[in-house]
């Protein structure tokens, strides 16, 4: 496996002046950042008390002394000429000198409890808030270098774990064991955390999208669905991979799973940019129609993935956006009988230039011994 880049080549830029850039053509003359994978991605700090304030001329990272260190420590690494300030109180007091002198005020509307915003709006009584949605979102979309390689690295370390449990993927071993071991691979192979929960579903619960690992013992005949990922820096990989336990699967569940991995190339063919996001959906659900599979189809066709696991844009019928270069996004279609089983194939793939490549590289076959 390659070696992490060094921290300091995560830089966060100058992200915070493409968002100061806007405010001539917006209605609030300083933006005031509370969600948590936001103020990461425009500063680097990765705690879990603090916000920023953007204007024309300031830019700050507000958070408590228990970060004192390390919020320093992470704005260096990130290259972030953000201002470090440690209120010794979080009141009325601090939002009148970083927000009084401005006339209005962009908030996260999709973000900032109503307890707060009502708080701030006391402390100045005179400055507009003005919600604002998808700011920083809308430009997180797009991941540059440093991104996309902490994404590739992530999903590599969910392939290796992936491959190191495979050989104790048998009858008898529980949902929990397996998911557990993931969990623990992937944190010795240099993760942060699983991105997410690790899904381990087998049986009929393998018929349940988002299923929880229970005890239940893998059986004989059983489908197994793994969806798994890594964080890495706080970006998370995201994959799925369906085996059938012990010996040959039947007719019936290599059908189901023929499909699904052959709607899920079609729709990973046609990944590239100015290509249509409902057409990466309409692909994989015409080749699943073809099978006689389209009502078995429950759910989206993918999302975005970065520094948090659904990001823009969505895959899904109803999706109005086109693809372009920079986004990672993932592509999972499958199919669910309920009280049965299901299949479900997923990979993380970046968009470039010329089409996409593939960040998921675990091996699709039916049986995890081979
Ligand atoms: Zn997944
Ligand atoms: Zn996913």
Redesign the pocket.
Known sequence: METLLPFASQSVGSRHRRIAEQFDAVNYDAFLVTSLPNVRWLTGFSGSNGFVVLSQDRFVLVTDGRYRTSAADELAAAQCPAELLIPTEFGNELYETLLGSFESVGFEANDLAWNKHRSINDAVPNVFLVPTTNVCETLRRVKDDGERNLLARASAIADEALEAVLPMICAGVTERDIAAELDVRMKKLGADDSA?DTIVASGPNSALPHARPTDRPLADGDLLII?V?ARVHGYGS???RTFVIGGEPTPEQQRWYEAVVAAQQAGVAALEPGVEESRIDSVCRSVLADFGYEDAFIHGT??G?GLE??EDPVLSTRSLGTLHSGLVI?V?PGIYFPGVGGVRI?D?VAITDSGCSTLTNSPKTLLPSR
């Open positions: 997410y969806d990922g995201d994959m799925t993918g999302h993935i696991i659904h993932t999972e997923e993380a």
